[in-house]
């Protein structure tokens, strides 16, 4: 049975940082592209990052969707069989709740295509 858990949000002020953590079990991420989406209430949900399976050279690809570049990161520690999304300079409208999914691949449209995701950590960023 696949289950991914998110955790790690929080209330966080504008500007500070945070890191989410996806734990896979029943599945080995590495295998998969693994992302974070976020939806807010009343909104769509949107990608946020995603990284693709590891291959045979470690390497990692990456996308992040344009509001978030340059002030998050996508990482996976396949070890642990962990994703994690680490939030620098947050702002009001990162709020949201944050969501792990597998997917086939990496791009700007993983999300139509995810398989399995969690139930969610939510952000607020407030003063």
């Known amino acids: 049975q696949v289950q991914l858990e998110e955790s790690g949000g929080g209330l966080v002020q504008p500007g500070g940082s945070v890191r989410l953590s996806c734990a896979g079990s029943g599945v080995t991420l590495a295998y998969f592209t693994t992302g974070w989406f976020r939806q807010a209430p009343g909104e769509e949900r949107e990608g946020v990052a995603c990284i693709s399976s590891s291959d045979s050279k470690g390497d990692d690809r990456t996308y992040y969707v344009d509001s978030v570049k340059g002030r998050f990161t996508i990482s996976r520690d396949n070890e642990k069989n962990m994703v994690y999304l680490q939030m620098n300079k947050l702002k009001p409208e990162d709020a949201a709740d944050y969501y792990c999914?597998?997917?086939?691949?990496?791009?700007?449209?993983?999300?139509?295509?995810?398989?399995?995701w969690g139930q969610g950590t939510q952000v607020t960023v407030s003063s």
């Open positions: 999914a597998t997917a086939p691949a990496c791009s700007s449209r993983w999300t139509l295509f995810a398989a399995y």
